[in-house]
């Protein structure tokens, strides 16, 4: 949580500064790339094929073993992964021609994506050592601050960046430059604050590079697959910021702030319930206990929908309104506001669905049927494709947005109906009775909305302050509202969820 509103104050600080355009346009594209390669073998596979050896040593191998793999790791990736960004960095012209080829039309603007690509390109270097890091701290029980290095990384771009971005221009230096650098100083933070706690587990690093090591090779077989699956994703951001970058200037801004605020349900009900439910999962598939499996997994999608719903009903109604107050400042126009308020209200239409592959996809892990969650992957590619381009002529940007939307929907129906065939059915009733009870409690709580929001909001103050106290009073009664309705229906997940809140209260009090 503290991390996702760190990197909303991260991307207010860019609105206000360079708001939607030339130069944040180039910086997106121009961060696209190395995000792209550390999604593809920093974060995501390495982390995850990494902590499964890790794991199997610290609990079968000796001690020294044990840190033995870690510094041959951390070699390895560290020797492979520079001579990545070496390469990257020396070809980063062709990689962003291909990338945003339309760029070209405006002088300078490619030349500028080229020179933040090279800035930025080490930060793959660190955020994979990071990662494996990660890795070790989280497999001795350590979670809090490689949870929160992340959050050092947003404090890296937001003090470095801007403070760079002030003092470059003095030497000749665009402003947007110096929020690359920034990038580049929170990527080194994410990596060093880690670093502290893992001296206290008692690992010491001893340089050593053994490409035959078992434990190596392992972790590089297990990586594959990942990164074939991790691949489709980034494969249709590619696609889709080739498409952006055709449209009107301003729209890879537009998208990226749009993006990035619904990103913060997605990490706070989606990610969360996932990483909740997956040792539960696959602990009940281990010991044989399909039905409680199918129960949790029924259960745990319920909880998405019940968060999911209303979080899209409030950012579909009040999204110009949330966009407004968060990023029209210095730079950012209501031309912008506009623009993102449409492209976050199609995002938000897709947000159950993105929510719930989360929860989805590690069942599939679970039950050892990786390759659905691949070919469905794949399969959003090509159906991404072709909405986008039956649809850009007509509505730019926006078409993007929908066809995020669409594309997140028919790949839930895809994973849904693939488990249900795999796992031999799941309570399609109960989930089913769960909708209609969100769904009843989600339009009562949208046609309210709608109604106080169109009623008070000609007598409502354009400043600042009054604007924010109104959007806090709609959206807390809103949920309240929403919560007292599934209350009455009966909902089992939020009396559950009630419940434990309940117990949390009590023993913070008897403390």
């Given amino acids: 949580m503290f991390s996702r509103v760190l990197g909303l104050i991260r991307e207010q600080v860019f609105a206000a500064l360079f708001g939607a355009g030339y130069a944040y346009d180039a910086f997106v594209v121009a961060f696209r790339i190395p995000n792209l390669l550390r999604d593809l073998f920093g974060e995501g596979a390495l982390s995850a094929a990494f902590v499964a050896v890790f794991s199997d040593y610290n609990a079968t191998r000796s001690k020294e073993d044990t840190w033995r793999l870690a510094s041959n790791v951390l070699c390895f990736f560290a020797v492979a992964v520079s001579i990545i960004v070496l390469l990257a960095a ?206 949790t997994f029924v259960s745990s999608l319920a909880l998405v929908f019940c968060l999911t719903v209303p979080a899209t009903i409030g950012l579909v109604l009040l999204s110009e309104q949330i966009i407004g107050i968060i990023f029209e400042h210095g730079a950012f126009s209501a031309l912008d506001t506009r623009a993102t308020a449409v492209a976050l209200s199609l995002y938000a239409v897709g947000l159950f669905a993105y929510s719930a592959n989360k929860v989805i996809v590690p069942v599939f892990y679970a039950i050892n049927a990786a390759r659905y969650p691949v070919i469905g992957s794949f399969g959003a590619i090509g159906v991404n494709i072709i909405i986008v381009l039956l649809t850009i002529d007509a509505y730019q940007h926006k078409a993007i947005a929908l066809s995020t939307s669409i594309t997140m929907i028919v790949n839930f129906i895809f994973l849904a109906t693939v ?93």
Wanted: hydrophobic letters at 55%; one cysteine or more; glycine letters at 10%.
């Fill in 90 to 295: 020396l070809s980063a012209g062709w990689i962003v021609s291909v990338l945003a080829h339309d760029f070209a039309a405006s002088p300078g603007k490619l030349a500028l994506t080229e020179t933040m690509t090279v800035i930025m390109m080490p930060f793959l270097l660190f955020i994979s050592l990071a990662a494996v890091v990660m890795g070790m701290l989280n497999t001795k029980g350590k979670f809090f601050v490689p949870a929160l290095a992340s959050s050092f990384f947003n404090l890296g771009s937001i003090i470095g960046g801007t403070s760079l971005a002030f003092i470059l221009p003095t030497y000749g230096q665009p402003a947007i430059v110096g929020m690359a650098c920034g990038t580049l100083i929170g990527g080194f933070l994410q990596l060093a604050v880690q670093v502290p706690t893992l001296k206290k587990t008692g690992f010491r690093f001893k340089p050593t590079l053994r490409l035959t090591d078992p434990g190596l090779v392992r972790i590089l077989k297990l990586m594959v697959p990942a990164t074939i699956g991790l691949s489709a994703t980034q494969i249709n951001i590619f696609i889709n910021t080739n498409f952006a970058a055709s449209c009107a200037e301003g729209s890879v801004s537009w998208l990226n702030y749009a993006f990035r605020l619904v990103q913060l349900p997605i990490g706070l009900f989606g990610v969360a319930i996932s990483i909740a439910a997956l040792p539960v999962l696959a602990r009940q598939v281990s010991l044989g206990n399909t039905e409680e499996m199918k129960q």
């Fill in 419 to 511: 488990l249900y065939v795999k796992i031999g059915g799941f309570s399609v009733r109960y989930l089913g009775a769960g909708l209609l009870k969100i769904s009843g409690a989600g339009i009562v709580m949208g046609s309210a909305l709608f109604y106080v929001r169109s009623v008070f909001s000609p007598y409502v103050s354009s400043s600042l302050l009054p604007q924010v106290a109104f959007l806090l009073l709609l959206i807390v009664s809103a949920a309240l509202l929403y919560g007292a309705l599934l209350r009455l229906f009966g909902l089992p997940e939020l009396n559950s969820v009630l419940a434990v809140i309940g117990r949390m209260r009590s023993r913070f009090r008897s403390r």
